[in-house]
């Protein structure tokens, strides 16, 4: 078990599988929002599902849009249980925050140290709480 | 970590004195303003809202949710490119549902208060904000013209936090509403670039350098004296596309960068990078997909054009028609589209053969007819999307190099020819 402090960028408690990206993401262009598939052909894990996730990166990037994108994947029911950053994003978090004000459903936003996301993997199980953030398996 | 004071208003904001509308957007703007650690909320005099184009159902049902709840703007706001072409209609070749959603959408921000001013060009309407003036900006490329080149003051804002701050008319006091955050943080020099070609086609390749390889504000040496707004446009639009540009000084041009040391702020040991010929080559030649894809179509306008890159498209083109196997698309503002047409140059287009696209722009909605083979742009930014968002092939060129090639109706370089 490996127990992560975390800041709260936006609250909730979530559990699910870690999903590691190794470079920014764009969710606008870069996610299907009807599937939530990563399809942007320069992203290293194009074709992994954000679904469910645990999704561990250090921000988002580029368009402003992806706040859009973000909370429709929440209306749908696919987006990720959480997101892990090690950067500052407003962009993504506002999406988290319309998505609960209009659907009730919560996925919370944490901020973690870059060193602490390294001990993070894919396939791991991970489960966020007011205490922070902690993982099992893969050791 | 200080927190945020709120003031009298604001707190009647909050506890929904000003209406539930108001107290949802305070909440957002709030949330905003813990999570970047302000410590007071600031009045804006104007807001650019982005949250007005089409991403599903959920955008639309955010628009409707506060409009329902009494939602209204408190300071001017003007409304970035919808999904649609409401003077072209027929222009719209997407699907019905999206088409009726994107039009709900739309109504329902100029329900709240907001003009249906529909561009991404918001500093070519005729009254923009003025030096050291506080605005909410949403869209990438506005917000890096409104702090460059107007002097303006607008953190990166996005989707959704853009009609919150319309709204209340408050955001947080931090990032580039502050002074000493609109300091250089590195120095870019092209002196060397612009000594040997003078082509428009620099202006893009430094803001792709400079989005690629700089983090935080530039400050441009070595631009020349003649460099227009449009030059630097289209470089703010190229910066923000390949990386998080929000701002940049052009040293001796822009308000805030009289000279290098009002840019820096006092800063003498700054990371400088030299930009060379063959980097902007580089930089250019990357945003062609296949150069040997037959061409089937030009678009022009991304960010919507200017009055004077209007005219200078009429001028270019002369009396020349666009050859029947090439579609020509031209997308600008509604606003800069009425004095086109009161200066004769939209009659002259449509003659011509060319499709003026307003409220929109044609890489966000379905719109071009032909996506099989390659479409020619000067607009780094659309080379960059289009592929990913229509599936069709790019190549760049200047802006004399793509009418050249409508009228030829197949790829010429000529004026940027040494990219190709």
Request: hydrophobic share 30%; proline share 9%.
């Given at each position: 078990m490996i127990d992560i402090p975390a800041s709260v960028l936006f609250e909730g408690d979530a559990a699910g599988e870690v999903l590691v990206l190794d470079e920014p993401l764009?969710?606008?262009?870069?996610?299907?929002?009807?599937?939530?598939?990563?399809?942007?052909?320069?992203?290293?894990?194009?074709?992994?599902?954000?679904?469910?996730k645990v999704v561990v990166m250090a921000i988002g990037r580029g368009s402003s849009s992806s706040s859009s994108v973000f909370a429709e994947l929440i209306r749908l029911s696919i987006a990720p249980a959480a997101v892990v950053l090690t950067e500052f994003d407003h962009i993504l978090v506002l999406g988290a925050i319309v998505g609960n004000l209009l659907y009730k459903r919560r996925c919370p936003f944490v901020r973690i140290d870059p060193a602490d996301a390294a001990r993070l993997a894919t396939g791991q199980r991970a489960t966020i709480d007011a205490a922070g953030l902690h993982a099992t398996g893969l050791d | 970590m200080s927190e945020l004071r709120l003031d009298a208003r604001d707190r009647a904001a909050q506890r929904g004195e000003l209406g539930e509308a108001s107290r949802h957007a305070m909440e957002i703007v709030v949330a905003y303003g813990e999570m970047v650690g302000a410590t007071r909320l600031i009045d804006v005099t104007s807001a650019h809202i982005d949250a007005c184009l089409h991403h599903g159902l959920a955008g639309v049902e955010f628009a409707e949710f506060l409009r329902d709840r009494g939602g209204r703007v408190s300071v001017p706001s003007t409304l970035n490119v919808s999904s649609l072409d409401l003077l072209h209609p027929e222009l719209y070749r997407g699907d019905d549902t999206v088409r009726a959603e994107a039009r709900r959408m739309m109504d329902a921000y100029v329900e709240m208060?907001?003009?249906?001013?529909?561009?991404?060009?918001?500093?070519?309407?005729?009254v923009r904000p003025g030096l050291g003036e506080h605005v909410a900006w949403a869209e990438s490329n506005a917000i890096v013209f409104a702090n460059s080149v107007l002097g303006a003051r607008t953190e990166r804002y996005g989707d959704f936090f853009d009609i919150a701050a319309a709204i209340v008319g408050r955001v947080p006091d931090a990032g580039l509403h502050r002074?000493?955050?609109?300091?250089?943080?590195n120095v870019v020099d092209v002196t060397e670039l612009f000594a040997a070609d003078r082509s428009e086609v620099l202006y893009p390749a430094v803001g792709l350098l400079i989005g690629k390889l700089m983090d935080g504000i530039s400050a441009i040496v070595g631009l020349p004296d003649d460099t227009t707004e449009d030059h630097l446009k289209a470089l703010g639009a190229a910066g923000a596309t390949t990386g998080t540009m929000a701002m940049f000084h052009a040293v001796g041009l822009t308000p805030e960068a009289p000279d290098r040391v009002a840019a820096l702020g006092?800063?003498?040991k700054l990371p400088e990078l030299h930009f060379t010929r063959q980097m902007a080559i580089e930089a250019l030649r990357g945003l062609t997909t296949r150069s040997e894809a037959p061409l089937v179509g030009v678009s022009i306008g991304t960010p919507h054009f200017s009055i004077s890159e209007m005219r200078r498209t009429v001028q270019i083109l002369g009396d020349r028609a666009i050859d029947a196997r090439i579609d020509f698309y031209v997308s600008t503002g509604r606003e800069t589209y009425a004095t086109a047409r009161s200066e004769g140059l939209v009659q002259r287009l449509e003659e011509a053969g060319v499709d003026i696209v307003v409220d929109t722009c044609t890489y966000v909605?379905?719109?071009?007819?032909?996506?099989n083979g390659a479409v020619m742009t000067n607009s780094a930014k659309w080379a960059y999307y289009a592929p990913g968002n229509l599936g069709v092939d790019v190549v760049f060129g200047s802006l004399e190099d793509c009418i050249e090639s409508a009228v030829a109706g197949r790829a010429v370089h000529g004026e940027s020819g040494w990219i190709s």
């Open positions: 764009s969710f606008w262009g870069g996610v299907d929002r009807e599937s939530g598939v990563i399809i942007d052909v320069h992203h290293p894990q194009q074709g992994q599902v954000v679904t469910g | 208060g907001c003009t249906p001013t529909w561009t991404c060009a918001p500093y070519h309407l005729p002074a000493e955050n609109r300091y250089a943080d006092g800063s003498t909605t379905p719109i071009l007819r032909k996506l």
